[in-house]
């Protein structure tokens, strides 16, 4: 079986089991709801310093949805008591890695999408002109939090202190990451459009470049045992 | 080995502390304050690409070797780095008050010390949290590998954050020229501290040594 094909199957598995138990879409969906009711709550009605602050608040919300949406994607395997079959697999492990990423990675792009629905709507936003901009900074981002994110979520899944330990890892190192993708959200969303952020687009893809890498190296060093 | 090293560590900074208050002149502008630049900058140094420098490799060797002796040297550097960056933090504090009028702005520098520092941290959370030692060291590897990779992203990213928008001229404070002497005292400062790193590194691994054997 191809490595391809591997990875594949583990992805299809993922998303069969969230097709038919829908337990963390809905869970994600309603949690980014309920975001957005706390950032009003905390920000207050006025709107200038809302539009002022969104590059901020929607990454906020992707790295909050999306550190829920990584850290159970291998906790069900420990939990469902998959984990061994999982490994009985052939061949090379990064294979799971792929699998699993790509699984994170469509689940995470679904509730950003949803994200940035409700907050054109909750904040009377116009994102039509800068929609595809927009989304090359999403997808950068997005690919920069998913990669590290699976690498430590199958790390923590069976440490005692995995709720704990799973942000304290993640966050820091994401720093770039998030950085950047502000950054680059900001000068789209005030129009400047994606050249005015090309730097920030160049440290996104070196950050995502180094982390998949990474990522597809050491995987195999994280499930051993 | 290590007696050599200490005795040669405390000669080092016996040199650095005469060049810094001897022999370096007093800076015109900032005064005596200046002289904190002698231990704030090779703790940075250091700390920043030393400690993670030896972190990357000694990472990387362990899973290529796995040899606990190797771990050992990364555990220890990370320590270590920890050590020398918190040192950092807080001199650079101390001179920001009187220089800067406050103890903590969100200068590039200052901030990338500082989510080395947290990375760093949580690197060693890590490894407290795991009590199996052949795993806490193979997931430790892991992360070392990606925390050392991610030092000149951070650099970049922080440095652009910050400087893009305002330019730093407020906040790039020193002489305009770095006078021979001052420039000597800080490289002796900086060669001290190198060796006071691998002295701890030293003394750290022969601890953690220790530990494993009285453990095992």
New interface residues.
Partial sequence: MSFARRALIVFWKDALVERRTKEALNALVFFSLVLLFVFQFALGPDRERLVALLPGLLWLGFVLSGMLALGRSFLIERENDCWEALLLAPGDKSAIYAGKLAGNLALMFTVEALLLVLFTVFFNLDLTGVLPALLVVVVLGTVGLAT?GT??AA?TAD???REL?FP??LL??E??VL??TV?ATEAVLSGEGLAAAS??LA?LS??DA??VV?GFL?FE??I?? | MVRILGWLTLLALGAGLVMAFGVAPREVTQGNVQRIMYLHVPSAIIGEYLAFGILLLASIGYLATRSEAVDRVAHASAEVGVLFLAITIVSGSIWGKPTWGTWWTWDARLTTVTILFVIGLGYLLLRGMIEDAERAARYAAVVGIVAALNVPLVHFSVYWWRTLHQPPSLLKPGPASVSLSLLVALLINIAAFAILYAYFVAKRVNLLRREAETLA
């Fill in positions: 590290l690498l430590f790390m440490l005692r202190a330990l304290v890892l820091p190192l720093v770039p950085l950047g950054k730097h920030w440290l070196a950050a180094v982390f990474v050491t060093f994280v051993e045992g």
